[in-house]
């Protein structure tokens, strides 16, 4: 631009000075600039001129023939730019006819018009009168929880199948070409040379070797005259006398073979048209066979729907029956429960207060006993010079089961876990997935986590509750504020597994001890003492 202004300043002062010559000569050059320079714009980017071409066209414009036989597109951006943008239809013109351009070509950065390097694809289709084109974006595909999938199938077989998925949108001026179909499957489909193959039919000849079929007769004379004095004379009856004369004294194969050329020429069917005819009756007894299978099907479906009828009613009948007993049962079972809730609650009321008070003084002198048995556990272990352990066994309150627990110090102090002692030796457990497994060891391992128990105080029923949710489970009863059980009481459980409880169970007289889920069961229910048990322990 500064070289263009300083020519311009240069031509003022050349005129001003008369050189006409001069002025004339840069006058020149300065015209040959500036169309160097436009061409070089003009040319710069062939796809930028094409691009702001289709960007002037009007909406009714926007899909017009070139010179070039190509058919432009302006397909523009989606109405979104993103989902659900897709596809864009766009009005066909009267004066532009859609079958002569090719549709089923991928649409991608290698073709459109523009520059533009995005991985987008596209396609398109035509409505079927041929007044609608439709753009499709196909690199993304809907799936079945409304999302976006990448699509790398390109073929036209599956854009066609998964149509409806591809309604994802664009934000690029999509412009493109559409090349007029290839002219040359033209000789193709003129391959009429193939259907005019007359020679082949026209095999006479093969079919006029009669001779070699009629040198069969030497035997009679007089047919082999006959057949040839027919050509001079053409009348036919001749022929067909002599032709009537011939059987008795020539063999059937020989006639049939002689007779088999005449009726080709007489009008009658040939060889084709009576295999034909024979096929078509075939085909007749084919299909009134079917007719006759089918009706016999339809006999026997109607015989079905009856007996199907009848079952139906006969159920029908059956399961009204059966209404009728469970309602009956049901009445039953509802005044047998009411009768036996206010006989047991005649019996034993166990929300009385005055079984709630025989409780508490039953258990006021359990423990009055297990203090004086203590007071004399703490004379013992004066005489022998020890010091006193708060914690001596826990009691199951299911069976009164005593086991004997020992704390675990940390130096003076307990740290909160204790030993459990039975049958001689220490119990100790064993994680196994979700199960925990309880074994006796012989051998004493303080510093083993997994012979050590934790105790957890339960004082009402919604802490029994939180316990009991601790390992979730359909089949968990929850505690209820009006159930039988005496509270504070606690859990024993493996250090660590919170969700899990010592069991000591009585099945048939044989106590047990296992690890199980927390529930709504007495035998996981414990109180503390601080007197130990003495004798031998029958604990499997």
């Known amino acids: 631009m500064f070289i263009y202004i300083q020519i311009f300043i240069l031509f003022i002062y050349i005129k001003n000075m008369n050189q006409r010559v001069i002025f004339n000569f840069l006058l020149v050059v300065f015209i040959l600039l500036c169309l160097a320079t436009l061409a070089k714009v003009y040319l710069k980017n062939k796809s930028v001129r094409e691009n702001f071409f289709f960007q002037a066209t009007t909406e009714s414009q926007r899909i017009f023939e070139s010179g070039d036989g190509k058919l432009k597109v302006n397909a523009g951006s989606g109405t979104n730019g993103g989902k659900n943008g897709g596809p864009i239809a766009i009005d066909i013109p009267d004066n532009v006819n859609i079958d002569q351009y090719d549709i089923t070509k991928l649409i991608n950065k290698d073709n459109w018009i523009g520059g533009a390097t995005f991985n987008d694809t596209f396609r398109v289709t035509v409505s079927d009168n041929n007044r609608e084109l439709k753009v499709y974006r196909t690199d993304k595909i809907l799936n079945d929880a409304g999302n976006y999938n990448i699509n790398t199938i390109n073929s036209i077989d ?5 149509i409806d998925k591809f309604i994802y949108g664009w934000g690029m001026n999509l412009n493109f070409n559409l090349d007029p179909k290839p002219t040359t499957t033209t000789p193709p489909t003129t391959t009429t040379p193939p259907t005019t193959t007359t020679p082949p039919t026209t095999t006479t000849p093969p079919t006029t070797s009669v001779p070699p079929t009629t040198s069969v007769p030497p035997s009679t004379s007089a047919s082999a005259s006959a057949s040839a004095s027919v050509p001079p004379s053409t009348s036919a009856p001749p022929t067909t006398s002599a032709s009537a004369s011939v059987p008795p004294s020539t063999s059937p194969s020989s006639f049939g073979g002689s007779t088999s050329t005449s009726p080709s020429s007489a009008g009658t069917p040939n060889g084709s048209q009576t295999k034909y005819m024979v096929r078509t009756e075939e085909m007749k007894e084919y299909i009134d066979e079917l007719k006759a299978e089918i009706d016999g099907y339809k006999s026997g479906t109607v015989l079905l729907k009856k007996d199907i009828d009848s079952s139906k009613q006969a159920f029908d009948g059956e399961a ?10 049901g009445e039953f079972h509802d005044s047998y429960s009411q009768e036996l809730q206010k006989a047991l609650q005649s019996n034993l009321d166990y929300s009385d207060p005055v079984f709630q008070t025989n409780q508490e003084i039953q258990e006021s002198r ?24 708060l914690l001596r066994s826990i009691i199951c309150r299911a069976n009164s089961t005593k086991l004997n ?5 940390a130096g003076p102090n307990p740290t909160g876990s204790f030993f459990i002692f039975l049958n001689d030796g220490c119990l100790k457990f064993t994680e196994n997935g979700s199960q925990v497994e309880i074994t006796v060891d012989l051998e004493f391992d303080s510093t083993s986590d997994s012979q050590a128990f934790e105790l957890q105080l339960i004082n009402n029923f919604q802490e029994y509750n939180n316990a009991i949710k601790y390992e979730e489970s359909s089949a968990k009863k929850m505690v209820m504020s009006t159930d039988d059980i005496y509270y504070p009481f606690y859990l024993v459980h493996p250090k660590g597994n919170y969700g899990k409880s010592l069991y000591i169970d009585d099945v048939e007289g044989v106590s047990s001890v296992y690890v199980d ?14 007197t130990f048990a003495y004798g031998s322990c029958d604990l499997a």
């Open 158 to 162: 599956y854009f066609n199948e998964n």
């Open 320 to 329: 009204d029956k059966m209404k009728s007993s469970l309602q009956s049962l």
């Open 366 to 389: 359990i423990k009055a006993l297990e203090s004086q048995v203590s007071e004399i556990e703490i004379l013992k272990m004066k005489v022998l010079n020890k010091q006193d352990s």
């Open 405 to 409: 627990v020992q704390p675990i110090m």
């Open 517 to 530: 889920t927390i529930k709504l069961d007495a035998h996981c229910r414990y109180r503390t003492s601080d």
